[in-house]
């Protein structure tokens, strides 16, 4: 192991344990006051699947300071005297306890990611399925429901991914002041104020988006679908199939690709009807191939929609996917 990474276990004693993160980089300076700056806080974030600005409320509640965050320098914090290193330990390992181990006692692993449904923040655990409400700060809570944290996980039957995390909230709370835009609002204003739309260009800015967002390859196509598409999504695959396309590799993108299709449904019920014309452009511009359709099809859950739209959908598709055989 990294002597720059430690379990996030806090108990685990193998130095090869799977769950590990980067130590917390602080780094402080006495100039009219302690100011102390959580340097590798992204990437802290990062290995907890975390939104940093999650752990930027958190440190803000529990130390009752108010701390600033930029995305190059970190989270810092001023205050009149200097915090004690444990404290800041004690306080992240608290977050990680509160809001990324799960709680069954025959568990206890860092497996954990989070759902907002409706007035309820639950956590759900991929390693043993438990699922409940996280027990934390009631501000805390709020700021989650206001914030939503990455937007889906979803489990295939290949493997589980993560394809969220292209969120980058804003709170209006005055205790918190950091003012950030996201990917896909990003993406959404090119859109619409571009004097034109060629292929090329929106390929450009989507790459621009990723380099500066440091999305990967699942968070570039969550970004495009929920960027380039609404209740005319019909209609604007005809304009945007090919951008797609140029993004879309292997069967867990295309995977996400049909999860969108149900949520695009959920959102927007009058596209249930259009979803054999929306198979048929997706798999004509190759941006959907026939064993990824057969393993979504065959699925009757998904992440990205409750299960009545998902029957409903599987409904719907049946007609496409029938000619596949």
């Not at 193998?14 to 100011?35: C, I, S, W």
């Not at 004097?195 to 990967?216: F, M």
């Not at 970004?223 to 090919?242: G, H, I, K, P, V």
Request: proline share 3%; with cysteine.
């Amino acid at each position: 192991m990294s002597t720059n990474r430690v379990n996030i276990v806090k108990n685990a004693k193998d130095p090869h344990a799977r769950y590990q993160m980067e130590k917390m980089d602080l780094h402080t300076v006495n100039k009219h006051g302690f100011k102390t700056v959580f340097r590798n806080i992204n990437t802290v974030a990062r290995d907890l699947n975390v939104l940093p600005s999650y752990i930027v409320k958190y440190f803000n509640l529990s130390l009752g300071l108010k701390c600033n965050y930029d995305e190059h320098e970190g989270m810092s914090v001023n205050c009149k005297k200097q915090i004690n290193a444990d404290i800041w330990q004690a306080t992240l390992e608290k977050f990680i306890k509160e809001l990324v181990m799960c709680r069954a006692p025959q568990c206890g692993l860092p497996e954990c990611y989070m759902i907002v449904n409706g007035e309820q923040v639950l956590l759900h655990c991929t390693a043993c399925g438990t699922e409940g409400p996280v027990k934390t700060n009631e501000k805390m809570l709020a700021f989650i429901q206001k914030t939503p944290p990455f937007k889906r996980h979803i489990q295939v039957k290949e493997e589980q991914f993560d394809f969220g995390g292209i969120q980058l909230p804003q709170d209006d709370d005055d205790e918190w002041s950091e003012e950030e835009v996201s990917p896909t609002d990003k993406m959404k204003s090119f859109l619409e104020n571009a004097e034109s739309l060629s292929s090329k260009k929106v390929i450009a800015q989507v790459r621009s988006i990723a380099e500066e967002y440091s999305l990967d390859e699942k968070q570039i196509v969550c970004l495009m679908m929920e960027s380039f598409f609404d209740e005319n999504m019909l209609e604007q695959l005809d304009n945007f199939a090919s951008t797609l396309k140029r993004f879309i590799k292997g069967s867990t993108l295309q995977k996400i690709v049909l999860g969108y299709v149900e949520e695009m449904v959920s959102k927007y019920p009058e596209l249930l009807k259009q979803v054999p014309e929306i198979l048929q452009k997706l798999f004509d511009a190759e941006i959907i191939q026939v064993k990824a359709i057969r393993a979504w099809y065959e699925k009757s859950t998904s992440r990205f929609a409750d299960e009545k739209v998902v029957a409903q959908v599987r409904v719907a598709a049946k007609s496409f996917v029938s000619q596949l055989e």
